[in-house]
């Protein structure tokens, strides 16, 4: 499952409990949309503003008014336009960011083809989706987001609310982390007349060191640090050297990068996570878990050759 949507009672707290998990993930980029009520108008209980998730202050005026709601039997009256203008604009590259937000997806959007296209359409993609379907009703979109492969529908209720923040952060950082880039470095030294390749041991075969990138750090920063982190081992990086491949898993649409190091001492206060062990560059492919990281060796090989290092 790569979307996670809410529902469950009204005011049973799930915009809240939405909030209290984005709280939690600094740093990542928001895209998408959320609704804000204001009582701004004589003779209603409120509009309902259209704004984009990431925008704070929400702006509010006639063009993302998307409904006004009234008492008694009139309910609320949507303005299907202010969906398909404001609300699209809001879903514009939203699938750029690390996590897309729709809080909420009711029946006031009904009419307004656009909007609920172009939610379909981020349904079928790969970037995780945080959301609430409105529990009552059955409108086509609504029907869409529950049956869709891609989702997983939680409840939220009075008992549970205080306990799913955890286990939702936890969801959203596995979906999202299936997209973000890894780093790592292919660490080089000379010993006893050879080039050799620093590996850490996985499960019973070996890789490189590498990790995802934290938001906001660069690539080379990336690979620089998990290096530090998996094997203690600190380095500068050699210029002109950057080699990409998939990742192993087909499940995952993220790319691995690896930059060639050389060793710039050891920090004894960090304690590896794993094995290590130096093994010669030629070596290496023989004893690589990963068959997709086998062409980043080769392509080190090449370039010591090429500088005749």
């Known amino acids: 499952m790569t979307h996670i949507f809410l529902t469950g009672q009204i005011q049973v707290g799930k915009s809240t409990l939405l909030r209290k998990v984005l709280a939690g993930m600094p740093g990542i980029r928001i895209g998408g949309f959320r609704t804000v009520t204001a009582a701004d108008l004589e003779g209603a209980i409120g509009s309902v503003y259209l704004v984009p998730a990431a925008q704070d202050p929400p702006p509010f005026s006639?063009?993302?008014?998307?409904?006004?709601r009234f008492g008694g039997n009139r309910g609320a009256v949507g303005h299907p336009d202010v969906f398909d203008l404001a609300g699209t604009a809001a879903l514009r590259d939203a699938e750029k960011a690390d996590l897309i937000l729709m809080d909420e997806i009711g029946f006031l959007e009904a009419d307004a083809a656009r909007f609920c296209n172009r939610i379909r359409e981020l349904l079928d993609g790969n970037t995780p989706i945080l959301g609430v379907v409105r529990q009552q009703g059955e409108t086509e979109l609504q029907r869409t987001v529950r049956m869709h492969p891609n989702v997983r529908l939680i409840e939220v209720t009075r008992e549970n609310r205080d306990n799913l923040q955890p286990e939702l952060t936890g969801l959203l950082r596995c979906a999202m982390n299936?997209?973000?880039n890894s780093c790592g470095v292919l660490l080089l030294r000379h010993s006893g007349g050879e080039t050799q390749v620093l590996l850490l041991r996985s499960g019973e075969a070996w890789a490189f060191p590498k990790g995802h990138i934290e938001p906001g750090e660069g690539e080379e920063a990336a690979a620089l640090r998990e290096l530090w982190e998996e094997t203690g081992q600190l380095a500068t990086l050699l210029p002109g050297?950057?080699?990409?491949?998939?990742?192993?898993?087909?499940?995952?649409t993220r790319k691995i990068i690896y930059f060639l190091g050389q060793p710039g001492g050891v920090d004894l206060q960090r304690t590896p996570e794993a094995a290590c062990q130096w093994v010669p560059i030629r070596e290496a492919a023989q004893k690589l878990r990963f068959a997709e990281d086998v062409p980043a060796v080769n392509a080190a090989i090449r370039y010591l050759a090429e500088r005749k290092l």
Do not use: K, L, Q, V
């Open 62 to 68: 006639d063009a993302n008014r998307a409904a006004i």
């Open 178 to 180: 299936r997209r973000i």
């Open 241 to 252: 050297f950057r080699y990409e491949t998939a990742s192993a898993r087909p499940e995952e």
